[in-house]
């Protein structure tokens, strides 16, 4: 009963590849996020969506694109992949988007590309 | 803008040896302060959060955090520190009136030995 799920785990690639992480939370929350964790343990926030409408959108590649087929998941799409997208990736929930609202994190997806 | 420095990158204390992680912050206003412990493999779970009121505020697991406002600080505290405690720490500031947008530091990695 896993309430923030992502998938794959680990995510292994080549150079130019597509791929796509998904996330799914079981927690009824309205607002869904990715964070990229870099190598240095930094944590910065890529996508936010509040029912499904994206509310914010950091300075990210356009080669990343965010889907959320409905409230209860949120996909991160990636093209044209670079050995710089190498991360942990994190999706988040939380009820509201207010600071009130404590965010509750995957486990986290790593990505490694060669 | 803020922005979030936890001097210590790791820490290695006994078990049952008293704990203190520091954090310091950079924002204009009273901000809203947390600390998230990442266990490896894991996500990142709220220990507590600082909004207004009381500064010294209490946590999950035994911790606590005191915010002191003329030092730009969140420390955070245990009395006794457990085995299950090694874990990573990050500290994170969200200013009022932002679109939900937490900071987060670039975390204290903390060692228990037995």
Redesign the interface.
Known sequence: DTA?SQTPKYLVTQMGNDKSIKCEQNLGHD?MYWYKQDS??????MF?YNNKEL??N?TVPNRFSPKSPDKAHLNLHINSLELGDSAVY?C?SSQG????S???????TRLTVT | AQSVTQPDIHITVSEGASLELRCNYSYGATPYLFWYVQSPGQGLQLLLKYFSGDTLVQGIKGFEAEFKRSQSSFNLRKPSVHWSDAAEYFCAVGAKGSARQLTFGSGTQLTVLP
Do not use: C, R
């Open positions: 923030v607002t240095k343990k930094f944590l910065k926030i936010s509310i914010i950091e994190f988040a988007t207010g600071f009130d404590p965010l509750h994190f995957g486990n986290g």
